[in-house]
């Protein structure tokens, strides 16, 4: 070893140290701020009707609207998610449903309130089909997942010695759904849940682009299901916005 | 010799490029699904149906802008949806060829309906900010007399929807499906509030009223 160069000269590989050190506290900060998702639940129940032995619900999706509708894959993660577990409930699958009841739950005829429900199960057969389906609980799903906004920027590039990327892009998803819940026994709704979750991701690249996902969509079907459980297992809602961020 | 090699490769290399031009431009579609059977009270006349060939076979083929040349196979879907549909609304149906129907079937026959495709449209979005593929179709509902005579011509549309995904031929069919469950659940639902349509069902039970009576006095 050369004390003289150790002295006046640093080695490159430290120099770099404080800059890589640097770096991460900046991107490990705007990873901290940026990265997550913020959540709002406004459960409000208004009867005691709960789910009894041997009644099922099915989920569909509100597609009335234009401009949204309630994504497929969503529809199916509620399902799924309430159907799960020891104490799973019995769940109908939506489009076995709808092709059961069919042209009665199409988005041009699917009735918009319990009124429309009403004047729907006194049409001839449709109450006995519905019976037949074993279902109570209709859950109406509104809503969508959107970009809500997105900026900043990676540039790749290659070469002879190598490939890499290097910037910063981050975008940010809003899943915002209702879920309202008919009781078809009672002609009444039993209740609506409201979720908004919002969720910030960021892509750093220092040579390879590092994805910090967030996933409101995935947070807004746990939220809704625990709170679906519970308004369909539990005698009283208690009506009361809960903040579960 | 060289030349002449260099220049067939940069043909080959052209052609084989076109042909993948050619394949990634178009977009082929074949719309198939299984429609459920009504839940509704049938009608009380006896239907023939007449579905031609161009109900069998229609094709739509359209070139996007900027997209590529569509073309969506909506003839087996058309039967697939309108023969349930039918079987539900009417006492009895049965296929019919042409107007006016044979001497067997005008005695046993209310009326002939003869369902026609006569718009389809249809939109892939470009932008990323554009969630859906949309489809949008119309089919004339004619209404005859077995011996031919005019009753009644009623269009019936249907506006369908699908998440856009990666594969846009899954999406623009899913959509076509939508839409013609609407058209379907139009058709189930609306055809007897017609008014012409009304009419005539009216003086159908009339007559059919009339020749119980004639038979009951004879």
């Not at chain 1, 947070?219 to 459980?229: D, F, I, V, W």
């Not at chain 2, 939109?123 to 949309?134: K, L, S, T």
């Not at chain 2, 007399?145 to 623009?172: A, C, H, I, M």
Request: charged fraction near 20%; glycine fraction near 8%; proline fraction near 5%.
């Amino acid at each position: 070893m050369n004390p003289r160069w150790q002295s006046t000269q640093e080695s490159p590989i430290r120099s770099l140290r404080p800059a890589r050190l640097l770096l991460a506290l900046a991107a490990g900060s705007v990873l901290m701020s940026g990265c997550g998702v913020t959540s709002l639940m406004e459960p409000y129940k208004q009867t005691d009707a709960v789910i009894g032995s041997g009644e099922q619900v099915v989920v569909l999706a509100r597609k009335h609207h234009a401009s949204h509708e309630a994504e497929g894959d969503f529809v199916e993660c509620i399902s799924d998610a309430l159907a799960r577990g020891d104490n799973g409930i019995e769940v109908h699958p939506s489009t076995q449903f709808e092709d059961m009841m069919y042209p009665w739950f199409e988005p041009s005829t699917a009735p918009l309130d319990t009124g429309e429900l009403g004047e729907l199960l006194d049409r001839p057969g449709v109450f006995e089909q519905v019976e037949s389906t074993g279902v109570r609980f209709l859950i109406w799903l509104d809503g969508s997942t959107d970009r809500v906004s997105s900026g900043g920027g990676i540039t790749c590039a290659a070469g002879v010695g190598g490939a890499g990327c290097m910037g910063l892009a981050w975008w940010e998803d809003d899943a915002t759904y209702d879920a309202t819940v008919w009781d078809i026994h009672e002609l009444s709704n039993t209740g609506t849940i409201h979720a908004d979750f919002s969720g910030r991701s960021v892509m750093p690249a220092i040579i390879i682009p590092l994805p910090f996902i967030a996933r409101p969509q995935a947070k807004a079907c746990r939220g809704l299901t625990e709170q679906l459980e519970q308004f369909l297992t539990s005698p009283a809602g208690d009506g009361e916005g809960i903040n579960l961020g | 010799m060289r030349n002449r090699n260099v220049k067939s490769s940069v043909l080959k290399l052209a052609a084989a490029a076109g042909c993948g031009l050619l394949v990634g431009c178009s977009s082929s579609v074949v719309v198939l699904s299984d429609f459920p059977t009504p839940l509704i009270e049938p009608l009380p006349v006896r239907m023939g149906v007449i579905y031609d060939a161009e109900l069998y076979d229609f094709v739509h083929a359209e070139q996007i802008p900027q997209q590529s040349i569509w073309t969506i196979q909506l003839g087996d879907a058309n039967i697939a949806m309108l023969e349930p549909l039918f079987d539900a609304m009417f006492l009895e149906t049965r296929e019919v060829e042409d107007l006016p129907v044979g001497p067997v079937d005008i005695a046993s026959l209310d009326g002939v309906i003869h369902p026609v495709l006569q718009r389809f449209e249809f939109d892939v979005p470009i932008g990323q900010r554009d969630e859906f593929v949309e489809v949008w179709m119309q089919y004339g509902l004619s209404l005859y007399e077995p011996d031919g005579q005019f009753v009644v011509e009623w269009t019936v549309s249907g506006y369908g929807k699908s998440e856009l995904t990666r594969n846009r031929e899954q999406s623009v069919e899913r959509a076509a499906i939508v839409a013609m469950r609407e058209v379907g659940a139009a058709i189930s639902t609306q055809f007897a509030e017609q008014a012409d349509v009304a009419y005539w069902l009216e003086e159908r039970q009339n007559e059919s009223a009339l020749a119980v009576d004639s038979r009951i006095a004879n």
